[in-house]
């Protein structure tokens, strides 16, 4: 069992920058891909950005590439979202998953979700 807690969002103007925190519960975070998602009000749960278990690994939606940045300590059981050059459209409730693979993260099969972390970005 994996526990999922996201902190750090909040409200931005276009242009900022805003890092996004997902701390885990239970030793064997390390053992799962973990994955960043979002959902803006009317629309589907969108995959952003995966990465494997060790680190070593990542892949980004394309509507991110460049912009965003995944990584994780597993340490100290987290794993983080840098965003940068932020613009309205990225306003949504962000979501951190564990899940197999990054292959599985990127069909939106996963294991645990937290309970998401809003952020809203004006113009």
């Known amino acids: 069992q994996v526990q999922l807690a996201e902190s750090g969002g909040g409200l931005v103007q276009a242009g900022d920058s805003l890092t996004l925190s997902c701390a885990a519960s239970g030793r064997t975070f390390r053992n799962y891909a973990m994955g960043w998602f979002r959902q803006g009000t009317g629309k589907e749960r969108e995959f952003l950005a995966a990465?494997?278990?060790?680190?070593?690994?990542?892949y980004y939606a394309d509507s991110v590439k460049g912009r965003f940045t995944i990584s994780r300590d597993n340490a100290k059981n987290t794993v983080y979202l840098q965003m940068n050059s932020l613009k309205p459209e990225d306003t949504a409730v962000y979501y951190c998953?564990?899940?197999?693979?990054?292959?599985?993260?990127?069909?939106?099969?996963?294991?645990?979700w937290g309970q998401g972390s809003p952020v809203t970005v004006s113009s």
């Open positions: 990465i494997s278990w060790s680190g070593g690994d990542t």
């Open positions: 998953a564990a899940g197999s693979t990054i292959a599985s993260m990127m069909r939106v099969d996963v294991n645990y």
